[in-house]
């Protein structure tokens, strides 16, 4: 990861609140299991202080919010179609 070689960390990040997660492909607000997910993925990025390893929590922890956000995406388009 030497694109980030030499930069400093990036600041810590704060931890989501239950209810302010929300799909915005479906709209949907994510369940507190899915936020204490995400809130795990900001703990270990607070705990990292090396910017390759902070970057690739981040992009760890977006894909998983891309997963919840995506959920139930496809069962509803299908449905919408009938």
């Given at each position: 990861?030497?694109?980030y070689q030499g930069m400093?960390?990036?600041?810590?990040?704060?931890?989501?609140?239950?209810?302010?997660?929300?799909?915005?492909?479906?709209?949907?607000?994510?369940?507190?299991?899915?936020?204490?997910?995400?809130?795990?993925?900001?703990?270990?990025?607070?705990?990292?202080?090396?910017?390759?390893?902070?970057?690739?929590?981040?992009?760890?922890?977006?894909?998983?919010?891309?997963?919840?956000?995506?959920?139930?995406?496809?069962?509803?388009?299908?449905?919408?179609?009938?």
């Amino acid at each position: 990861m030497r694109a980030y070689q030499g930069m400093p960390p990036l600041p810590k990040q704060p931890m989501v609140e239950y209810g302010a997660l929300k799909s915005p492909v479906t709209g949907r607000v994510f369940a507190d299991a899915e936020v204490n997910a995400y809130n795990q993925y900001t703990k270990d990025f607070n705990r990292l202080t090396y910017r390759a390893e902070q970057e690739f929590m981040l992009d760890q922890r977006h894909r998983f919010f891309e997963m919840c956000a995506y959920q139930g995406f496809e069962q509803n388009s299908q449905q919408a179609q009938h």
